[in-house]
């Protein structure tokens, strides 16, 4: 008989052993754990800015709103006394009082102007590149510059008084009269924003279908009732965000009208907005920071009722 063949044994694997790799394969990189600090310290330049020149400057304004400081004097917790004088400070309504005109003044015309500015720049016909370009220019100038181009134009021998004395009409004190002066800061501010707020209605009209006008055209309806009836109702959200906007802007309006009427203020100061009156009360050796400040808190729970009276009147019209 054949005895049987013997059997091989071949060596086991061992589990753990690494299988061999190819020639001139990588090593895998292995994925390290991720410290739970890791997002921190990608957001902490941005958090450092935010917490230097706003958080801290905000905090240090409402508590020196409760003391008497000036600028080289720290100053001590006096309660209440700040809001009190300013309730019988003559200046401190004359602020309030030509803050509120300017923002009742501008927000209207910066709320339909650009709308219409956008409705006639919208179509994409040659040359119309040209004319965007020209209507965003005075937004990227700086409004010191726009302010002096002004004030030359506006000045007693300036070019619009020469161009009305030669019709006849005689020269206008657009800068020595109190309500001219006021007027001609709006002009400024609402020149100065048209061009911005056109961007914002070009983009929300960019989202109008353009069947809804074709529909309308078809029943009938003209330029000016399609304008009503489907591009101001498919943009009313757009112009809630420029009313809002536009009305903080003009509530805190400082440059426009400190460089037109000049650091007083105007003819016996009766131009001064608030934010002219805290930098001119907070500043200098002898400043008032403790009053400046709450005359900031002031302007500050203003503006943000402004804006959620705004939001709460667009919520009321989409119920």
Known sequence: ????????????????????????????????????????????????????????????????????????????????????????????????????????????????????????????????????????????????????????????????????????????????????????????TVWKGLGYYMIIYLAALANVPRELHEAAAVDGAGAVRRFFTVTVPAVRSTMVLVAALSSVAAFKVFSEVYLMAGPNGGPAGEDTTLVMLVQRTGTGLTGRVGYASAISVVVFVITVALMLLVLRADRKEDA
């Open 1 to 188: 008989m054949t005895s049987p063949l013997p059997s091989v044994k071949t060596p086991a694997t061992s589990p753990a052993t690494p299988s061999a790799k190819p020639p001139g394969a990588r090593p895998v990189s292995r994925v390290r754990r991720q410290l739970p600090t890791s997002p921190w310290l990608f957001a902490a330049p941005g958090l450092l800015v935010v917490g230097i020149f706003i958080l801290y400057p905000f905090v240090s304004t409402l508590v020196n709103a409760f003391t008497d400081r000036r600028t080289l004097i720290p100053g001590t917790f006096v309660g209440l006394d700040n809001f009190r004088e300013l309730l019988h400070d003559d200046m401190f309504w004359t602020g309030l009082r030509n803050s509120v005109l300017y923002m009742v003044g501008v927000v209207p015309a910066l709320v339909l102007l650009p709308l219409l500015l956008a409705l006639l720049v919208q179509k994409n016909i040659p040359g119309i590149t040209f004319f965007r370009s020209a209507f965003y220019t005075p937004v990227v100038a700086s409004i010191v510059v726009v302010g002096l181009i002004w004030v030359w134009l506006l000045d007693e021998r300036g070019l619009v008084n020469a161009v009305l004395e030669a019709v006849g009409i005689g020269r206008v004190g657009f800068l020595s009269d109190q309500w001219l002066l006021l007027l001609s800061a709006m002009a400024v």
